[in-house]
């Protein structure tokens, strides 16, 4: 089994200092469990709270309503979640905070894609009092046993506690909300309603001890990877997500620019750094990328890969045909050099070491397609608008605000040949790929900063699951623009296996303001359309426009045309 890092004496942790937990008692400065746990959140960066209130949980959401958190109202549990995803992915940690049962079962879906992409939510659940438990009653929104939805948790957390113990509660808050912050994961904390306001007699907080690397397989490993680097005639460093999830982008880009090499992204980590940077070739996704920065990849003598997760999507389904004999990998998870697997190694421990490390890399050229650039978009006003144009146009309506939200489908295949200005300004649930994340994760966004205009692009199949969540974008005034691909159902499935399951019954998608008190509709079935409705959007400063595109239900994007070439020839 492999070992896990070491973790750093107590008194070696940097990090804010704390007040001694012994140094106070019962007095009035004491903390409550639910005090402790805002406290907490607070100073970690979480300002605001996603979720619905229930019997459960009102006793803490009035303690939050009296704190400096502020709640932020969903339309359903599930898309609390993807807001609170979103927030993480944008603020670098996020909080979801339901009833018991009938909301945090439905919460599962959205952590379990926070779990699967590495976001650190925070889902915190009401639940029955430690007293009412005692005499087995049946309260309301029970499931079998009072355990049984924190085991469910479990299997999708980090970490997964229950605050029933007032001994043990300030220690486990600390436990897992360290975890969420050391594996970039969600956490699942249970407070059952009669410990919201208990004051623990004795505090016992001890600090979270920080993960270590193993300095000699640190450097045996830094040794490996630089002589790999000193005789590379090819490198190319492939940026995965993680470079984004630990803070690593500045690093990561810095050592690429000492040493002029080359940088992708997956499509899941798509604009970890700006698309715009003269060393970035694009999204490195096997056959749905393009054929000569797939051809210069896969050539690499030696590809670094950083963060990166080996998934079927960000591999272009498997197509990708890239060589472990000739690349160094680092994740959280892993370090290997060619075959050799080093253990106790941190990933940001890495990644600065490498920074640090004296490489004499080979000097050589750029690629040519380090420098291109998209074609000028001409409208044709009376043209039918296709996909291809669709995606077109919005590539230039991209500048250093603008926050593009992808939804699963062909809108996700489009979007991975968008050009993204600046860092981060692409989410997805590009691996986990549940559809129904875009809606609602543009509220998270514009939480986390209000500065930041989300452009969603979410299939109608997948706005069918959560759309009305832009409910809350109208009652906060913000303004995403939603660009609905209204291929007449699901057409990435057609795509796959043709069916009458893949009808959907069209709505009106552009009438929906009417529906939800705000925002402007507009319909799209040319390019003049389409001129017009963005000119409309842009100058819709605080509302939100939704735009309902009319598309053919065979009509592809190019990336996922790509993808089915290939596929079409290896059969
Ligand atoms: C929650 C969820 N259910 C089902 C699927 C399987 N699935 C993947 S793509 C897709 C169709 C998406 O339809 P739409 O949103 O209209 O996008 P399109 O493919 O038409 O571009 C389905 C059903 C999924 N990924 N997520
Ligand atoms: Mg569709």
Not at 42 to 59: C, E, K, Q, S, T
Not at 105 to 124: D, F, T
Not at 335 to 355: A, S, T, W
Not at 416 to 432: G, K, M, N, T
Request: charged share 25%.
């Amino acid at each position: 089994m492999k070992s896990r890092p070491r973790r750093k004496p107590a008194r070696e942790r940097g990090g804010p200092a704390r007040k001694s937990p012994r140094s106070r008692g019962r007095g009035p400065g004491a903390r409550s469990i639910g005090g402790y746990l805002i406290e907490r959140m607070h100073a970690l960066g979480i300002n605001d709270i996603f979720g619905i209130p229930g019997d459960f949980v009102l006793g803490f959401y009035g303690m939050l309503e009296r704190s400096p958190i502020r709640i932020v109202g969903t339309c359903s549990e599930l898309n609390a979640g993807y807001a609170a995803d979103a927030y993480a992915r944008i603020n670098g940690i996020g909080a979801v905070c339901v009833t018991y049962s009938v909301g945090g079962l439905s919460l599962i879906n959205a952590i379990a894609g926070a779990y699967a992409e590495k976001s650190p939510v925070i889902a915190i659940s009401g639940a029955p009092g430690v007293e009412e438990r005692a005499d087995n009653l049946l309260l309301h929104h029970r499931v079998g046993a009072f355990d049984t939805q924190r085991e469910i948790f479990e299997r999708i957390t980090v970490a997964a506690t229950c605050l029933d113990d007032p001994l043990t509660a300030f220690r486990e808050i600390d436990r897992c909300l360290g975890a969420a912050m050391a594996h970039k994961r969600p956490v699942y904390i249970e407070l059952p309603r009669d410990r919201v306001t208990t004051v623990p007699r004795y505090r016992d907080a001890e600090p979270v001890e920080a993960l270590q690397s193993n300095k000699a397989a640190l450097d045996e490993a830094l040794a490996e990877a630089r002589e790999l680097l000193g005789r590379a005639r090819q490198p190319v460093i492939l940026a995965g997500i993680e470079v984004h999830r630990f803070g690593l982008r500045k690093q990561v880009l810095a050592f690429a620019e000492r040493h002029k090499i080359p940088i992708c992204s997956t499509l899941l980590s798509k604009s970890v750094v700006s698309e715009l940077h003269p060393l970035y070739l694009g999204v490195y996704e096997g056959a749905m990328g393009r054929a000569d920065m797939r051809r210069y990849v896969e050539d690499s003598d030696c590809l670094v890969l950083l963060g990166a997760f080996m998934t079927d999507m960000d591999l272009g389904v498997y197509t990708a045909k890239l060589d472990p004999n000739r690349w160094i990998f680092a994740s959280s998870e892993d370090v290997r050099i060619r075959h050799h697997h080093f253990h106790e190694v941190l990933f940001p421990d890495f990644v600065n070491g490498l920074l640090k490390a004296k490489i004499a890399v080979p000097k050589r050229e750029l690629p040519p397609m380090a420098h291109e650039q998209p074609a000028k978009y001409v409208p044709k006003k009376s043209a039918k608008i296709t996909n291809k144009r669709l995606f077109q146009r919005v590539n230039e309506l991209l500048d250093e605000h603008t926050v593009v939200v992808s939804d699963v489908g062909d809108s996700l295949f489009g979007a991975s040949d968008l050009v993204i200005h600046r860092d981060s300004e692409f989410l997805s649930p590009a691996f986990y790929t549940s559809m129904g994340f875009a809606v609602p994760a543009a509220i998270g966004v514009q939480v986390a900063n209000r500065e930041r205009r989300p452009l969603v692009l979410v299939g109608d199949g997948a706005f069918q699951m959560t759309g009305m969540e832009l409910s809350t974008a109208v009652r906060l005034k913000f303004n995403p623009i939603v660009i609905v691909l209204n291929n007449k159902g699901y057409t990435t499935e057609r795509f796959l296996q043709e069916g009458p399951f893949n009808d959907l019954q069209e709505w009106h998608f552009h009438e929906l303001p009417a529906v939800i008190g705000g925002g402007v509709g507009m319909e799209v079935r040319t390019e003049g359309d389409l001129e017009q409705a963005l000119a409309t959007a842009l100058v819709q400063r605080d509302s939100i426009s939704i735009l309902n595109v009319h598309l053919e239900p065979n009509d592809i994007s190019p990336a996922l045309e790509r993808l089915a070439s290939s596929l079409r020839k290896r059969i």
